[in-house]
């Protein structure tokens, strides 16, 4: 009796808050917003109308969407890859206990303070002004044109600066991976007579297959969900090649003023990431390694 | 023990944060009365006087004129020393002036002055209340026809605070010296006397002219030309969106697109961003006019703020119209587009009479008092649209609007509000792509008629 009085307590003390403030915050929020989804409300009228699945069917039918979505794939595709194979590659020289590493580790995190706005018009002033005037001082055709203004080297631009933000924080979550490999198993290894890439390879990689779980997911759900660097570098031009799917439902909440659609390409948005990212983990977890 | 007492106060940490977090608004709300508080305490003679008669009223003001939010604020204090019984709380829009309307609405703290633009007041009409100049005198001191983007079924919805014009800005020295002599703008009548000039302008070894390839300057400014402005009359301007609402407007074979495009081609031809089209800076353009770089520049009166404080620039400037045919007796080759762009208006939904009616004073102050006349004439380098203004803008593109206005030579672009609130965004991306050469005119168009057939 005196126990269960006890944890009821205990529940009511620690979950009690943290269920309020879940509520409130993601719960009704979310909900209300599927509400939403089923209706035509612009965001600011009085009153607004029930249309069904009207919303969801002009999704799917949306090809400006779909296009944005297939933008969204190639952008998440190329910055996962890049960005966790420099973070990798950043984590593995400076675990090698070089000079002033620490330093190092620093200096690659560094960019993961400055928030992404910042960050996009720091870069939006590389590409337009630094890179170009390089290009007419060394007369490189390629550096003489803005990326920012062409559709291609625009896409380019934003998957660089997403790499170069991102890595540094995935070489954290490595290194504290790579630091967590028993020096026993590496040191039977030398023995053995493995050299680096064979260290790196049959060691390393799978002993550290749960913090690439992590970093891979982690990057997944940020590049699929990008908006900061979209908008302050890009603003989804030139002529909206680079209006990747999260610009896109702002855009088309705050700036058609279809605020019903918006939501649905959210709702829709949820999912996809959603899906992505249980396949991700569980095809990982299978794998993972216990040392 | 120990433990159970430290995970206690933890608890209590947390729940004491998360009330606090939760209550901000009613936290924020004690902070002012507290300092009525002060307020009333320092003048307690005062304030005992009508204590009983007069409850301060807190109204809001929002405003989407960038960088103006200092000066606002000076307003505001001034306005708050004259009315003492009215708090006015003042909002600044961000980057994207509907989304934080919307969320102000959406938290039921809908302002209760907003400046915004003629076709976000349009779409929310039935927020708003109808300003009648029968029980508003004060409104006579408006000009009728700076009315026009405001009044919606014979109803007037909002006081407009400017009256700005846009076309081709010129640097007065830089054609002086391609002409030979002082250059008249009235020489120009037909796109062939512009690029008559054009040519002058580049044989004098300057670039001749200069569009901003961003959104809303090719997107809304000149494209949306085709739909306000270049027409005979309001009504035609009216049909010709309701049938391209409906899909029937052949826009591709449509005069007045063609003609806007073929001078549009021409801007592009001599255009001082040529290799790089879309980089799009208005700082660098600004300074590229300024200083003489060039000789003419695709934009409005309001770039003043940005050419006025750049070191070492020329002093006068001008406005030349767009040509948009070769005919001299063609009228519309000698007027500028002019508008109001931006209007005060009221909202009745979220807020109380007196709101209302403290809104209508504040806007009233704003509007004519001499102070606040003279701080926005000269931070937005505008031409106040009123009767029996006093102040003189320093700017000489103001100037040169206010000239045309009373030559009766301007383009009523009113119909702007025709046009639904996305219209510069998506086919500002078409104008961008045409300028950078990725689609020809016929894709233009088709993308243009698509626009509309989805809205």
């Not at chain 2, 001082?272 to 660098?284: A, F, Q, V």
């Amino acid at each position: 009796m005196v126990k269960k009085k006890a944890s009821i307590r205990i529940f009511l003390l620690f979950v009690v808050p943290a269920m309020f403030i879940w509520i409130t915050v993601v719960l009704i929020p979310f909900i209300y917003g599927l509400f939403i989804t089923f209706t035509d409300w612009n965001g600011l009228s009085m009153d607004y109308n029930f249309i069904g699945f009207d919303n969801y069917k002009s999704v799917f039918l949306d090809n400006t969407f779909i296009e944005s979505l297939k933008k969204t794939f190639v952008y998440s595709f190329s910055s996962v890859v890049f960005s966790n194979l420099l973070g990798l590659a950043i984590a593995l020289i400076l675990t090698c206990k070089i000079k002033g590493q620490n330093l190092f580790r620093m200096g690659f995190f560094t960019p993961n303070i400055i928030g992404g706005i910042i960050l996009g018009y720091i870069w939006n002033f590389i590409f337009a002004f630094a890179l170009t005037s390089f290009g007419r001082m060394s007369g490189i055709e390629f550096f003489e044109k803005s990326f920012l203004t062409d559709p291609k080297k625009a896409m380019i631009a934003l998957i660089i600066v997403t790499t170069w933000q991102m890595s540094g924080y995935l070489m954290v979550i490595y290194i504290a991976g790579l630091i967590n490999v028993p020096k026993d198993v590496i040191e039977a290894a030398e023995i053995d007579g493995a050299g680096w890439w064979k260290k790196i390879r049959y060691i390393k990689l799978p002993m550290i297959r749960s913090s690439i779980t992590i970093c891979v997911f982690l990057t997944i759900t940020r590049t699929f969900m990008a908006f900061d660097i979209n908008l302050s570098l890009t603003a989804g031009g030139p002529y909206k090649s680079t209006e990747m799917i999260s610009y896109k439902i702002y855009q088309t909440a705050f700036s058609n003023m279809k605020f019903g659609l918006g939501q649905a390409q959210a709702v829709v948005l949820f999912i996809i990431v959603a899906i992505i990212s249980i396949i991700q983990v569980t095809v990982s977890r299978r794998g993972e390694v216990e040392a | 023990m120990k433990k159970r007492f430290l995970s206690l106060i933890l608890v209590l940490a947390m729940v004491v944060s998360l009330v606090s977090a939760c209550s901000k608004e009613g936290a924020d709300k004690k902070v002012e009365s507290s300092d009525k508080g002060t307020t009333s305490d320092a003048s307690k003679e005062e304030t005992n006087k009508d204590d009983s008669s007069s409850e301060k009223v807190e109204i809001s003001f929002y405003s989407t004129q960038t960088g103006m939010d200092d000066k606002f604020e000076d307003i505001i204090a001034k306005f708050e020393e004259e009315n003492s019984n009215i708090k006015v709380e003042y909002i600044a829009a961000g980057d994207n002036q509907l989304q934080k309307w919307m969320s102000l609405y959406a938290s039921n703290e809908g302002p209760t002055v907003s400046l915004m633009d003629p076709i976000n007041i349009w779409e929310n009409q039935d927020r708003m209340l109808v300003l009648d100049p029968n029980e508003n005198p004060w409104m006579d001191q408006v000009y009728e026809s700076a009315y026009a983007s405001y009044i919606f079924d014979g109803d007037i919805y909002a006081i407009p605070i400017s009256t700005q014009g846009y076309g081709l800005l010129y640097n007065q020295r830089v054609l002086d010296e391609a002409v030979g002599g002082t250059f008249d703008p009235d020489t120009i009548k037909t796109r062939d006397d512009l690029i008559n000039l054009f040519d002058k302008i580049e044989a004098s070894g300057t670039p001749a002219t200069m569009i901003t390839g961003v959104n809303w300057s090719i997107g809304m400014h000149y494209l949306a030309l085709t739909y306000a402005g270049y027409r005979d009359s309001r009504e035609i301007e009216k049909t010709v969106v309701e049938e391209s609402r409906a899909g029937t407007f052949d826009l591709a074979n449509d005069e007045v697109f063609n003609s806007l495009m073929d001078t549009f081609d021409l801007l592009a031809k001599y255009n001082y961003n040529k290799s790089d089209p879309l980089i799009g800076n208005i700082d660098l353009d600004a300074e590229a006019l300024a200083t003489g770089k060039v000789g003419t520049w695709f934009m409005g009166d309001w770039s003043w703020v940005q050419l006025k404080d750049i070191a070492d620039r020329d002093t006068e400037f001008g406005i030349l119209p767009i040509p948009v045919s070769n005919d001299p007796s063609d009228e519309r080759n000698l007027k500028i587009p002019a508008s109001q762009p931006k209007g005060y208006c009221i909202d009745t939904s979220q807020n109380t009479v007196e709101q209302q009616e403290a809104g209508k004073k504040f806007i009233e102050f704003i509007c004519f008092n001499p102070y606040a006349q003279e701080i926005i004439s000269d931070t937005m380098g505008a031409t106040l649209p009123y009767e029996n203004v006093t102040v003189k803008s320093d700017s000489p593109l103001a100037d040169a609007t206010a000239w045309y206005s009373e030559q009766g030579r301007t383009l009523d672009i009113s119909n702007f509000i025709l046009l639904p609130s996305d219209f510069w965004y998506e086919n500002g991306a078409s104008m961008e792509a045409y300028l950078s050469g990725a689609i020809d005119r016929e894709t233009l168009a088709t993308q243009v008629s698509n626009y509309w057939k989805n809205n």
